[in-house]
């Protein structure tokens, strides 16, 4: 396979991609991320990922696999970004508190010869126990998730959060394996 090329400054997302392949560049996209509205569908977070893997492989002069992705975390049919303050993440965790959301990962490959792209979604489930105000502080305090969409990261949130996970955990922190592997599959030669 061709070189591949990471447009993530994510840590998350090269973790996950360094457990399958050891070979690869960062890169990070420069795309600005923007939703018209927060009402969720699937084209706009592939999207957002493809947009990413484009910015990146058209900067490139090298021959390559670009890898953009992007993560939502969804409640009620609305997009949780990333927040924009601490009181945007209390009042999103509070909103999650006691109920079951989703969070989708989009993965885009693009190959920089051709500019072929293949695009997979994946979809987790994630329920929250019911938070108090102050597991919810401990949590923004000591963990700062200002970067993360829905204002947390699954892999560092303390005891009493998660009822209840169905799906990859490896797509809610970010990337899932299985559904970059398939991603990747068509460009083997």
């Known amino acids: ?26 890169i990070p996209s420069s795309y600005n ?11 706009k977070i592939e999207n ?14 090298f021959s390559a696999i670009v890898i953009g992705a992007d993560t939502v975390v969804v409640l009620d049919n609305k997009v949780l970004g990333k ?20 969070v989708v990962t989009s993965v885009c490959a693009i190959d ?8 997979t979604s994946t979809t987790s489930y994630v329920e929250f126990e019911e938070l ?4 919810i502080n401990y949590y ?4 700062k998730p200002f970067d993360k969409a829905g204002s947390y990261g699954i892999q560092e949130l303390p005891q009493g959060f998660i009822k209840n996970i169905g799906g990859s955990f490896e797509n809610i922190v970010g990337l899932c394996p299985k559904a ?10």
Do not use: C, W
């Open 140 to 143: 923004i305090d000591n963990f």
């Open 112 to 119: 920089t010869d051709n500019m072929r792209k293949k695009i």
């Open 180 to 189: 970059l592997k398939k991603t990747l599959s068509v460009f083997k030669q």
């Open 1 to 26: 396979m061709k070189k591949l090329v990471l447009a993530s400054n994510s840590p998350r997302r090269k973790e996950i991609l360094k457990k399958l392949y050891t070979d690869f560049e960062i």
């Open 33 to 43: 991320e923007v939703l018209e509205n927060n009402i969720f569908t699937y084209d």
């Open 83 to 102: 927040p924009k303050n601490r009181e945007d993440a209390f009042n999103m965790l509070r909103s999650l508190s006691g109920k079951e959301h989703f």
């Open 132 to 135: 108090s105000d102050e597991l």
């Open 48 to 61: 957002l990922a493809y947009s990413k893997a484009l910015a990146v492989a058209k900067q490139i002069k």
